[in-house]
């Protein structure tokens, strides 16, 4: 398979700025021609075949990618508060915030983040073939006949390409928003990444609302989102209007890969662009740090938190690309940084008290629902409670050590 431009376009373009030594800036061009490319390309990493019969498909996925490109955020665009001032919702998070960060504190925290929480996906999804919904070919540049060639990654050799067809490899049932609460708060699915992400992001933005000024204007006036609604804005800095996007790694090497490839995957697409194409202009930052801690001596330990200003970002296909039963196609980004940027901005002291994350979530949902739905809930996902007994009194499960280490523990 060779990849070439299939889709031609205006060449409308969106500056951004590249922060050089010395202080200079030099601009990129992000344009709709690039925009084309990438998803042309990412069509065929998922085994969309270029032919007649996908033509219309893939047209459409692009002519939608550049429409998202265009968007630009409007005065009153909930989806866009850096355009807004939001200071009830903020005001509530930092009341619960005291100078002294104790466990209650984080507590409160974890417990308003999930409250604020109004994703609502309709479908939840099944990989026929077991491989993490991950796409199976990789982009390979053949220097001899300079095209792009798309290779099998190791992992699907010895595939059938009927099994590999991304229209027929995955099968989605709509599911409830119980079913979708109960799963995303309390099933981790045996593997814990999103929960800690969840997790190592309220207590950074209990640190920062608390501790630290912003990066950009060094003013002491950034504001925590304090809700998973808006990746690209889990911080923002009221004086400037700089925004920051936090990426949990399981580990220091971790971040450090991250960095080294610069293709950091992030959220939505549209909302990107919404940000990067408004009339603020904002800074817009990428902050990652590690989920397990590394010792600075015997007796204290610490999560490193590193960042870097965002230069560009371009569209990202996933699963869901594909379930032609969906009102609206969404892409995800794959932004990258300006590495002669990065630095680390601070040290996230190991914090030493426990937090029942699992009594929280069923608290939340017990809330929101009901307790009958809460049984409900447990009995459709097999899932017992954390002390494994008959009583409804509230566990300690999953905080018999402290918070530090069981983000540690949790590895992607």
Same mark, same amino acid.
């Given at each position: 398979?060779?990849?070439?431009? =299939?889709?031609?376009?205006s060449?409308?373009? &969106?500056?951004?700025?590249?922060v $050089?030594?010395?202080?200079?800036?030099?601009?990129?061009? $992000?344009?709709? #021609?690039?925009?084309?490319i990438?998803?042309?390309?990412?069509?065929? =990493?998922?085994?969309?075949?270029?032919?007649?019969?996908?033509?219309?498909?893939?047209?459409? &996925?692009?002519?939608?990618?550049?429409?998202y490109?265009r %968007?630009?955020?409007?005065?009153?665009? =909930?989806?866009?508060?850096?355009?807004?001032?939001?200071?009830?919702?903020?005001?509530?998070?930092t009341?619960?915030?005291?100078?002294?960060?104790?466990?209650?504190?984080?507590? %409160?925290?974890?417990?308003?983040?999930?409250?604020?929480?109004?994703?609502?996906?309709?479908?939840?999804?099944?990989?026929m073939?077991?491989?993490?919904?991950?796409?199976?070919?990789?982009r390979w540049?053949?220097?001899n006949?300079?095209?792009?060639?798309?290779?099998?990654?190791?992992?699907f050799?010895? $595939?059938?390409?009927?099994y590999? /067809?991304?229209?027929d490899?995955?099968?989605?049932e709509?599911?409830?928003?119980e079913?979708? @609460?109960?799963?995303?708060?309390?099933?981790?699915?045996?593997?814990?990444?999103?929960?800690?992400?969840?997790?190592?992001? &309220?207590?950074? !933005?209990?640190? &920062?609302?608390?501790?630290?000024?912003?990066?950009?204007?060094?003013? #002491?006036?950034?504001k925590?989102?304090?809700?998973?609604?808006?990746?690209?804005?889990?911080?923002?800095?009221?004086?400037c209007?700089?925004?920051?996007a *936090?990426?949990?790694?399981?580990?220091m090497?971790?971040?450090?890969?991250?960095f080294?490839?610069?293709?950091?995957s992030? !959220?939505?697409?549209?909302?990107?662009?919404?940000?990067?194409n408004?009339?603020?202009?904002?800074? $817009?930052?990428?902050?990652?740090?590690?989920?397990?801690?590394?010792?600075?001596?015997?007796?204290?330990?610490?999560?490193?938190?590193?960042?870097? =200003?965002?230069?560009?970002?371009?569209?990202q296909? /996933?699963?869901?690309?594909?379930?032609?039963?969906?009102?609206?196609?969404i892409?995800?980004?794959?932004i990258? *940084?300006a590495?002669?940027?990065?630095k680390?901005? @601070?040290?996230?002291?190991?914090?030493?008290?426990p937090?029942?994350?699992?009594?929280?979530? #069923?608290k939340?949902? *017990?809330?929101r629902?009901? #307790?009958?739905?809460y049984?409900e809930?447990? %009995?459709?996902f097999?899932f017992?409670?954390?002390?494994? !007994?008959?009583?409804?009194?509230?566990?300690?499960?999953?905080?018999k050590?402290?918070? %530090?280490?069981?983000?540690?523990?949790?590895t992607?």
């Amino acid at each position: 398979m060779t990849g070439k431009e =299939e889709w031609r376009t205006s060449r409308s373009t &969106v500056p951004t700025h590249i922060v $050089m030594q010395g202080g200079r800036t030099r601009t990129t061009i $992000m344009n709709e #021609k690039e925009i084309s490319i990438e998803l042309s390309h990412c069509l065929s =990493e998922w085994g969309v075949p270029n032919d007649q019969a996908h033509l219309e498909f893939r047209r459409g &996925v692009i002519v939608l990618g550049i429409g998202y490109f265009r %968007a630009r955020a409007r005065v009153g665009d =909930e989806s866009c508060s850096i355009l807004e001032d939001n200071s009830s919702s903020f005001f509530q998070t930092t009341r619960i915030l005291c100078d002294n960060s104790d466990s209650t504190d984080i507590s %409160a925290a974890y417990e308003y983040y999930l409250r604020q929480d109004i994703s609502m996906p309709l479908f939840c999804y099944e990989d026929m073939i077991n491989m993490d919904a991950s796409e199976p070919y990789y982009r390979w540049y053949n220097i001899n006949t300079r095209n792009i060639e798309y290779k099998l990654k190791p992992k699907f050799q010895g $595939m059938s390409s009927q099994y590999l /067809y991304p229209f027929d490899r995955f099968r989605y049932e709509k599911i409830t928003k119980e079913e979708h @609460f109960f799963s995303k708060w309390l099933v981790d699915n045996g593997d814990k990444a999103e929960i800690g992400g969840r997790l190592m992001e &309220v207590y950074l !933005g209990c640190h &920062v609302l608390q501790h630290e000024a912003c990066f950009h204007c060094s003013k #002491k006036s950034i504001k925590w989102n304090g809700s998973s609604n808006s990746s690209w804005q889990a911080l923002l800095c009221q004086t400037c209007n700089a925004t920051y996007a *936090v990426k949990t790694k399981a580990n220091m090497k971790a971040v450090e890969s991250e960095f080294c490839f610069n293709k950091i995957s992030g !959220g939505s697409f549209e909302e990107f662009c919404k940000i990067h194409n408004s009339q603020l202009q904002p800074k $817009m930052f990428c902050v990652v740090l590690p989920r397990k801690s590394v010792a600075t001596d015997v007796q204290n330990r610490v999560y490193p938190v590193y960042i870097a =200003e965002i230069t560009k970002g371009v569209p990202q296909l /996933y699963h869901n690309a594909f379930n032609k039963r969906l009102p609206k196609m969404i892409f995800k980004t794959r932004i990258s *940084v300006a590495i002669n940027t990065k630095k680390k901005w @601070f040290d996230l002291p190991q914090h030493g008290n426990p937090v029942d994350i699992w009594s929280i979530g #069923k608290k939340v949902f *017990v809330d929101r629902f009901s #307790k009958s739905k809460y049984d409900e809930m447990k %009995a459709l996902f097999g899932f017992g409670d954390h002390n494994d !007994g008959s009583s409804d009194e509230e566990s300690d499960c999953g905080t018999k050590n402290e918070i %530090a280490d069981a983000i540690a523990n949790i590895t992607i």
